[in-house]
């Protein structure tokens, strides 16, 4: 297995992380203590090419390879997470049912603007009363003359409510309440402006402040027939697929941050002199950090495998939900730790340590919580 | 509108150069990259052509070992082709000598409407290039622009100076050279990297020019380095303990170098 990188990946590298150190590193943590999503950044990536990482040249992205995105989270999220998570929702969850599923003209309409980085992609799912239960969401597309009425709530919504954003795609229940069927679901385009369709104000979480994250209200909100995107019952089915990358990109974006707090520390221990030394020399110290850079190893590599399957057209649930589960594990505790190696210095939200840490929790959370990780891994298993 | 930009490649400054102490020259046997100050200019002429509705930016450079990295780069930016002067023959050139193989090549380029630089390289830093470019090609020349605007056959030049600016127009063709910062250099995007590595570079030897190879490099070099030596070490500080009295010493160090 050859997991070195191709020279357009190199250079997608190599990309991201001069615009990562030169533009992101200095300009994001003003927008994180602001709590405001910096579109002004995304536009910027959008420019680049960025933003249609994994869409083909002819739907206007740079078809970029799995391997090649992780590769490139690794170093954009170095530089903030925030812009990094707003990032990755888009490429992935965001832009990919419109790829995978819609029609060409759908294509068109929706997916270029996304790819060619003029509009940021949102998908809806959670709900106040299903987040891991996903089948148990409330929102109703009910079938009218034409079209559709939805109707119901979302929250913890990713990039709809920003400047750049176009709207968000939303999975909606469209079938089997009380007509005897099984649930039957549909993912439906819902633009900006669309009457009846609401949201809340950019919610706050422990980290991720970049990161705009509202509740959003459908009531009564009639979208016509082509903005049903694929199949009007198989809508889960659908997305759940999609969410397999997804697990893959939360892994690179834990990736990212575990590199980032590694830095951090290692720097900080080298430079801090405590009874008369460097703390880097006090075995205490060295032992935290050795174990981060090989859990971090070990991470990376459960992660670009399960990127490299992706790429060559082999199944890849279960190394999805093992990259997840690891990966976010390793960054939690790696953040704590390096918060530890810093002491009172990287309990101070001015530090960059302190704020990797409180971006650390949600990506345990985000794109399925690690118990559904163990749940996906342990079906594999038979179980 | 068709501009012509000379662009230096030079050795990463983020990693410490090294002075060869044979010859006395800075050692340029590693990879090249684009010297940042002739990014100014690229991104000066790729706007100047966008505002014309048309015509293209060839790049024009000279570099040991058919070096392309740095010219890579700037066609990367939106740069439409380049001619690479590559010749043993060039080792030792001095500013003279360079900006005769500059000349040289920028006379193959067609139909070559103004011709932009960089006030001076990043590591030579003669800044006397462009100026003689001018002179050998019998062309106006304009310094330290800070904008610059195309109206038919002129060119307008906002020229900083150390108080402001000066208005200055001349007609086309002309040599340019572009202040450093005035611009700022677009990055290059992943289509435009894919883009740049089928992009033409033409690489001409000295003889292709037209030029004898004892009138460039050392052979044709008027300047002599006569020694080189190694700068002085900065020296420590002064520290001032405070006993109460250390803002009347702060004071009295800056109104002694007269910034008070």
Same mark, same amino acid.
């Given at each position: 297995?050859?997991?070195?990188?191709?020279?357009?990946?190199?250079?997608?590298?190599?990309?991201?992380?001069?615009?990562?150190?030169?533009?992101?590193?200095?300009?994001?943590?003003?927008?994180?203590?602001?709590?405001?999503?910096?579109?002004?950044?995304?536009?910027?990536?959008?420019?680049?090419?960025?933003?249609?990482?994994?869409?083909?040249?002819?739907?206007?992205?740079?078809?970029?390879?799995?391997?090649?995105?992780?590769?490139?989270?690794?170093?954009?999220?170095?530089?903030?997470?925030?812009?990094?998570?707003?990032?990755?929702?888009?490429?992935?969850?965001?832009?990919?049912?419109?790829?995978?599923?819609?029609?060409?003209?759908?294509?068109?309409?929706?997916?270029?603007?996304?790819?060619?980085?003029?509009?940021?992609?949102?998908?809806?799912?959670?709900?106040?009363?299903?987040?891991?239960?996903?089948?148990?969401?409330?929102?109703?597309?009910?079938?009218?003359?034409?079209?559709?009425?939805?109707?119901?709530?979302?929250?913890?919504?990713?990039?709809?409510?920003?400047?750049?954003?176009?709207?968000?795609?939303?999975?909606?229940?469209?079938?089997?309440?009380?007509?005897?069927?099984?649930?039957?679901?549909?993912?439906?385009?819902?633009?900006?402006?669309?009457?009846?369709?609401?949201?809340?104000?950019?919610?706050?979480?422990?980290?991720?402040?970049?990161?705009? =994250?509202?509740?959003?209200?459908?009531?009564?909100?009639?979208?016509?027939?082509?903005?049903?995107?694929?199949?009007?019952?198989?809508?889960?089915?659908?997305?759940?697929?999609?969410?397999?990358?997804?697990?893959?990109?939360?892994?690179?974006?834990?990736?990212?941050?575990?590199?980032?707090?590694?830095?951090?520390? =290692?720097?900080?221990?080298?430079?801090?002199?405590?009874?008369?030394?460097?703390?880097?020399?006090?075995?205490?110290?060295?032992?935290?950090?050795?174990?981060?850079?090989?859990?971090?190893?070990?991470?990376?590599?459960?992660?670009?495998?399960?990127?490299?399957?992706?790429?060559?057209?082999?199944?890849?649930?279960?190394?999805?939900?093992?990259?997840?589960?690891?990966?976010?594990?390793?960054?939690?505790?790696?953040?704590?730790?390096?918060?530890?190696?810093?002491?009172?210095?990287?309990?101070?939200?001015?530090?960059?340590?302190?704020?990797?840490?409180?971006?650390?929790?949600?990506?345990?959370?985000?794109?399925?919580?690690?118990?559904?990780?163990?749940?996906?891994?342990?079906?594999?298993?038979?179980? | 509108?068709?501009?012509?930009?000379?662009?230096?490649?030079?050795?990463?400054?983020?990693?410490?150069?090294?002075?060869?102490?044979?010859?006395?020259?800075?050692?340029?046997?590693?990879?090249?990259?684009?010297?940042?100050?002739?990014?100014?200019?690229?991104?000066?002429? $790729?706007?100047?052509?966008?505002?014309?509705?048309?015509?293209?930016?060839?790049?024009?450079?000279?570099?040991?070992?058919?070096?392309?990295?740095? $010219?890579?780069?700037? $066609?990367?930016?939106?740069?439409?082709?380049?001619?690479?002067?590559?010749?043993?023959?060039?080792?030792?050139?001095?500013?003279?000598?360079?900006? #005769?193989?500059?000349?040289?090549?920028?006379?193959?380029?067609?139909?070559?409407?103004?011709?932009?630089?960089?006030?001076?390289?990043?590591?030579?830093?003669?800044?006397?290039?462009?100026?003689?470019?001018?002179? $050998?090609?019998?062309?106006?020349?304009?310094?330290?622009? #800070?904008?610059?605007?195309?109206?038919?056959?002129?060119?307008?030049?906002?020229?900083?100076?150390?108080?402001?600016?000066?208005?200055?127009?001349?007609?086309?063709?002309?040599?340019?050279?572009?202040?450093?910062?005035?611009?700022?250099?677009?990055?290059?995007? !992943? #289509?435009?990297?894919?883009?740049?590595?089928? #992009?033409?570079?033409?690489?001409?030897?000295?003889?292709?020019?037209?030029?004898?190879?004892?009138?460039?490099?050392?052979?044709?070099?008027?300047?002599?380095?006569?020694?080189?030596?190694?700068?002085?070490?900065?020296?420590?500080?002064?520290?001032?303990?405070?006993?109460?009295?250390? !803002?009347?010493?702060?004071?009295?160090?800056?109104?002694?170098?007269?910034?008070?």
């Amino acid at each position: 297995m050859d997991l070195s990188l191709t020279e357009a990946e190199r250079d997608l590298v190599e990309l991201c992380r001069d615009f990562a150190q030169k533009e992101i590193a200095p300009r994001a943590p003003l927008a994180w203590e602001e709590a405001r999503c910096p579109t002004d950044l995304l536009r910027e990536m959008g420019e680049l090419g960025l933003l249609g990482m994994l869409i083909p040249e002819e739907w206007g992205g740079i078809g970029m390879t799995t391997v090649g995105f992780v590769a490139a989270m690794e170093q954009i999220g170095r530089a903030d997470q925030s812009v990094a998570a707003a990032w990755q929702a888009h490429v992935t969850i965001g832009s990919l049912p419109l790829y995978l599923f819609g029609t060409d003209d759908q294509r068109e309409r929706w997916l270029r603007p996304l790819a060619e980085g003029r509009a940021l992609g949102a998908f809806g799912l959670t709900e106040p009363d299903a987040g891991s239960d996903a089948r148990g969401i409330r929102t109703r597309a009910e079938r009218t003359d034409g079209g559709w009425l939805i109707n119901g709530r979302k929250t913890f919504i990713s990039n709809a409510g920003t400047d750049m954003s176009f709207g968000v795609t939303l999975l909606a229940r469209t079938g089997g309440d009380g007509d005897g069927g099984p649930p039957r679901y549909g993912s439906f385009v819902v633009e900006k402006g669309t009457p009846g369709f609401t949201m809340g104000p950019k919610m706050r979480g422990i980290g991720w402040r970049g990161l705009d =994250t509202r509740e959003l209200w459908f009531d009564d909100v009639w979208v016509p027939d082509d903005h049903l995107v694929g199949d009007p019952e198989m809508g889960l089915g659908q997305f759940l697929r999609t969410l397999e990358m997804g697990r893959i990109s939360i892994a690179a974006l834990s990736l990212s941050l575990t590199q980032a707090v590694l830095d951090l520390a =290692t720097a900080y221990a080298k430079d801090r002199v405590q009874f008369g030394q460097p703390i880097s020399q006090f075995q205490a110290v060295q032992f935290k950090l050795a174990d981060i850079a090989t859990e971090l190893e070990a991470a990376r590599w459960l992660t670009y495998r399960a990127a490299w399957l992706r790429d060559t057209g082999q199944p890849f649930q279960k190394e999805a939900a093992m990259a997840k589960l690891k990966a976010s594990r390793v960054a939690a505790w790696a953040a704590s730790e390096a918060v530890q190696v810093h002491g009172g210095v990287g309990y101070m939200l001015d530090s960059p340590v302190a704020r990797f840490y409180c971006d650390s929790k949600v990506l345990e959370i985000g794109e399925g919580t690690n118990e559904i990780q163990h749940l996906v891994i342990a079906r594999a298993l038979g179980c | 509108m068709n501009v012509v930009v000379c662009v230096k490649q030079i050795p990463d400054p983020a990693d410490p150069g090294a002075l060869d102490p044979t010859t006395k020259t800075l050692k340029r046997d590693g990879k090249l990259i684009l010297d940042e100050s002739d990014s100014y200019g690229v991104e000066m002429a $790729l706007q100047l052509v966008t505002a014309a509705g048309g015509g293209e930016v060839t790049l024009v450079s000279m570099a040991p070992n058919g070096e392309v990295s740095g $010219l890579r780069t700037a $066609l990367a930016m939106g740069a439409a082709k380049a001619i690479l002067v590559s010749d043993d023959a060039l080792a030792g050139s001095d500013a003279l000598g360079t900006a #005769k193989v500059l000349a040289k090549a920028i006379e193959r380029v067609e139909g070559a409407d103004l011709i932009l630089t960089a006030t001076e390289s990043s590591d030579g830093y003669t800044g006397t290039v462009p100026e003689q470019v001018a002179g $050998l090609l019998d062309l106006p020349s304009v310094t330290f622009a #800070k904008h610059i605007e195309v109206d038919g056959s002129t060119v307008k030049v906002q020229r900083q100076t150390e108080a402001g600016y000066d208005d200055v127009e001349c007609p086309l063709p002309a040599v340019v050279s572009v202040t450093a910062g005035v611009v700022e250099p677009r990055y290059p995007s !992943f #289509k435009g990297i894919m883009a740049a590595k089928s #992009k033409p570079v033409d690489t001409l030897t000295v003889a292709d020019l037209g030029l004898d190879a004892s009138q460039v490099g050392w052979a044709g070099a008027g300047q002599e380095i006569v020694s080189i030596e190694e700068a002085p070490a900065r020296e420590a500080g002064e520290v001032i303990e405070d006993d109460g009295t250390a !803002f009347e010493k702060i004071v009295a160090y800056l109104d002694n170098l007269k910034v008070l």
